[in-house]
């Protein structure tokens, strides 16, 4: 059963906009998430964190927002570069669990 | 930087081989896991291991089985390797807590 989904297997996005992915779980002892990001041929790395004490977090051209109540969280990359086309994971877990579950993924593509 | 290493990033083998698929990584990291990437479906989980010699069922163990008898080095066995477990195996660790995941680059296996 999949606690973790990204309904959006693909997002295109024009350079310079906003892209908006999002996320929902289904566990809400869930307090711990993670976004990531995965090239072709490469492993995914990590790209920014929320635990659920906080609803926002920035680094940078990255935000990502967690609504605990609908249990949803969605990251937003402004501005859209090509560099940012790539497969996006999301992960949740919670603090007292053993692992991290991962979402399906979503291909953004970053139109020039 | 933490470095996973896994030794190959393309197998062909044919169906009923025994195959190993190795993983390295190099900062002491406590817990190893073996992930599998298929498109539509995300990352599932295969096996994972807390500590030299354990290991645990993550949700897709069938037709799998791990090897850790040192702490860097965690191992996927594909006992008699089937067509079906034709995929991207990600290996990834952690130092354990609320620390992300390190992965490799990947190994793409084709079983024909």
């Known amino acids: 059963d999949q606690q973790v989904k990204q309904n959006s297997p693909s997002l295109s996005v024009q350079e310079g906009r906003i892209s908006i992915l999002n996320c929902d779980y289904t566990?809400?002892?869930?307090?711990?998430f993670l976004w990531y990001k995965k090239y072709p041929a490469e492993g995914p790395t990590f790209l920014i964190s929320?635990?659920?004490?906080?609803d926002k977090n920035e680094d940078g051209r990255f935000t990502v927002f967690l609504n605990k109540s609908a249990k949803h969280l969605s990251l937003h990359i402004v501005p859209s570069q090509p560099g940012d086309s790539a497969v996006y994971f999301c992960?949740?877990?919670?603090?007292?669990?053993?692992?991290?579950?991962f979402g399906t993924g979503t291909s953004l593509t970053v139109i020039p | 930087d933490v470095k996973v290493t896994q030794s190959s990033r393309y197998l062909v083998k044919r169906t009923g081989e025994k195959v190993f698929l190795e993983c390295v990584q190099d900062?002491?990291?406590?817990?190893m896991f073996w992930y599998r990437q298929d498109p539509g479906l995300g990352l599932r989980l295969i096996y994972f291991?807390?500590?030299?010699?354990?290991?645990e069922k993550g949700d897709i163990p069938e037709g799998y089985s791990v090897s850790r008898e040192k702490k860097e080095r965690f191992s996927l066995i594909l006992e008699s390797a089937s067509t079906n477990q034709t995929s991207m195996y990600l290996c990834?660790?952690?130092?354990?807590?609320?620390?992300?995941?390190?992965f490799g680059s990947g190994t793409r296996l084709t079983v024909v």
């Open positions: 929320i635990s659920s004490i906080k």
């Open positions: 291991s807390y500590d030299v010699k354990m290991k």
């Open positions: 566990n809400s002892m869930f307090d711990y």
């Open positions: 900062m002491d990291h406590e817990n």
């Open positions: 992960a949740a877990r919670r603090y007292t669990g053993n692992q991290f579950y």
């Open positions: 990834a660790s952690s130092p354990g807590g609320l620390y992300g995941y390190t």
